[in-house]
T-cell receptor, first 112, second 117 residues
């Protein structure tokens, strides 16, 4: 089935640093979603991308829909302690469908 | 705002026992899902429902059954628990976006941690 591969699997950074992570797929996606999971909580949607090449920001977060439609990127600028968590990329198994397939996640740890 | 509520939050079972996880949503969402989360594997879809009285298999349905007798509730059952079913289970719900072609946002519960000994 379709798989999403996230990189890196984990990151250990200092507070204030910028963060970059990406997600790739062997199949074309028409929607890319980025979720964040805080410890002990369920994932929460951060950014949704619906068009190839689209660049969308949400505060210090910026995500891009790759031109090939097989990848997406998430950047976090000037990280703060509350950015700690697991970041997941996700996309629909079928275009327009509600079923999502998730990447393995990128675990972000921040040293104050 | 309750959103999506899962019960129980924690459960320990012995191999072969049965149990049911309950998910309730108060957002009048059409769609509901059950995912499991295992270390290094992200979230994998077990079963889902696109409306009251309907259910369908996801990526990893074996060993689980579901029911959606009421729109607001989605039950996940384990008839004979196995250690491989030790995981954190998440329920989610969503509604389609008005545009029809855009995937809607999924709202997740806080998770139910299940340990099978």
């Amino acid at each position: 089935g379709q798989q999403l591969n996230q990189s890196p699997q984990s990151m250990f950074i200092q507070e204030g640093e910028d963060v970059s992570m990406n997600c790739t797929s062997s199949s074309i996606f028409n929607t890319w979603l980025w979720y964040k999971q805080d410890p002990g909580e369920g994932p929460v949607l951060l950014i949704a991308l619906y068009k190839a090449g689209e660049l969308t920001s949400n505060g210090r977060l910026t995500a891009q829909f790759g031109i090939t439609r097989k990848d997406s990127f998430l950047n976090i600028s000037a990280s703060i302690p509350s950015d700690v968590g697991i970041y997941f990329c996700a996309g629909p198994l079928i275009q327009g469908a509600q079923k999502l397939v998730f990447g393995q996640g990128t675990r972000l740890t921040i040293n104050p | 705002n309750a959103g999506v509520t899962q019960t129980p939050k924690f459960r320990v079972l012995k191999t072969g026992q049965s149990m049911t996880l309950l998910c309730a949503q108060d957002m009048n969402h059409e769609y509901m899902y059950w995912y499991r989360q295992d270390p290094g594997m992200g979230l994998r879809l077990i079963h889902y429902s696109v409306g009251e009285g309907t259910t369908a298999k996801g990526e990893v349905p074996d060993g689980y059954n579901v029911s959606r007798l009421k729109k607001q509730n989605f039950l996940l059952g384990l008839e004979s628990a196995a250690p491989s079913q030790t995981s954190v289970y998440f329920c989610a719900s969503s509604s389609p976006k008005p545009s029809g072609t855009r995937t809607g946002e999924l709202f997740f519960g806080e998770g139910s941690r299940l340990t099978v000994l």
